[in-house]
């Protein structure tokens, strides 16, 4: 085998071995159909016009790698289903969309109108006026920003996102990710310096990575969500932006620097639930008043 094709990358730049791929992850995900597919039917179902020696030396390319040899045929490996869902998601040669919407949110700091902008494939939710930051992603691949709801389409993304990071999950490789509680100067998208801290969750695998609010840490924590519940906020099921504790930094100071303590203070119904949180960003204390 040649160096360049031990690189996965040089594997699946050959078209009859992307179709390869493409194949056995379409036999995968029909119903009813047994993931694995003979050396005939995969040659078959690639409808490429080469000899079948040909086909075979791309296909053992592919082995051990992205594909697996069983006793009835060939199926794909993990590695695989992660290049076939880049591939059928249009993640690779997805179109960039230029489009906004105003929300029906209000800024915290001026008044104006939020809005939610998608460009050059990055999702952002920040004020019309002030500009202000509240949330920023890369635009996940089967959105189509001038679908049918693509805002609730982008925070439904989001959550999902903030929840495995929240949970020390890396949602892309499964490793448990690193947290660090960081401060200005070091926060970045910080550009009007009103974040007081960020939470910033790393994946040392992977290398993917997430910013959080204060607030967001402690979103899906039980404590939270029954306070906030039992005073008619459902912050399981409402856009983050539209949750002020979460959304902004307003409601976080640094009680502590030696060593670090972080208070969220969550005001509902005449009550107040302050929840501190350490260096390592776990909730060490909930005092309700």
Request: glycine share 6%; net charge negative.
């Given at each position: ?20 791929i ?21 040659m ?10 040909h ?8 082995q051990?790698?992205?594909v697996?040899?069983v ?11 992660i ?39 990055v ?26 709801d693509?805002?609730t ?6 959550r999902?996102?903030?929840f ?12 448990r990710t ?15 310096n ?7 969750s ?18 899906y ?12 906020l ?6 983050v932006w ?47 008043s």
């Amino acid at each position: 085998m040649e160096s360049s094709e031990l690189n996965p990358f040089a594997l699946i730049s050959d078209e009859i071995r992307a179709k390869i791929i493409k194949a056995l992850g379409d036999a995968r995900v029909e119903k009813g159909t047994k993931p694995i597919l003979t050396f005939t039917e995969l040659m078959t179902r690639t409808a490429v016009d080469i000899p079948s020696s040909h086909f075979n030396y791309h296909l053992q390319r592919l082995q051990g790698i992205f594909v697996e040899r069983v006793d009835e045929g060939y199926q794909m490996r993990v590695e695989g289903r992660i290049v076939y869902h880049a591939l059928r998601s249009g993640t690779l040669d997805r179109p960039d969309v230029d489009c906004k919407y105003t929300l029906d949110t209000a800024c915290y700091y001026c008044g104006q109108p939020m809005e939610a902008i998608f460009e050059n494939s990055v999702a952002r939710i920040q004020c019309s006026d002030c500009n202000h930051l509240y949330e920023i992603m890369g635009i996940p691949p089967a959105l189509d920003p001038t679908g049918t709801d693509p805002v609730t389409q982008f925070e439904r993304y989001c959550r999902q996102m903030q929840f495995a990071f929240t949970n020390r999950s890396c949602r892309t490789c499964g490793d448990r990710t690193d947290i660090d509680v960081l401060r200005p100067p070091h926060i970045p998208f910080n550009t009007d310096n009103r974040e007081v801290v960020s939470i910033y969750s790393s994946c040392p695998s992977c290398g993917d990575q997430f910013f959080l609010s204060a607030g967001e840490l402690i979103l899906y924590d039980e404590g939270v969500i029954s306070f906030c519940h039992d005073r008619g906020l459902d912050v399981l099921n409402q856009p983050v932006w539209t949750i002020p504790f979460a959304a902004t930094d307003r409601s976080v100071v640094v009680s502590s620097e030696e060593p670090l303590t972080l208070s969220v203070r969550i005001e509902l119904g005449g009550e107040t639930l302050l929840v501190r949180v350490d260096t390592s960003a776990e909730i060490i204390e909930r005092i309700r008043s």
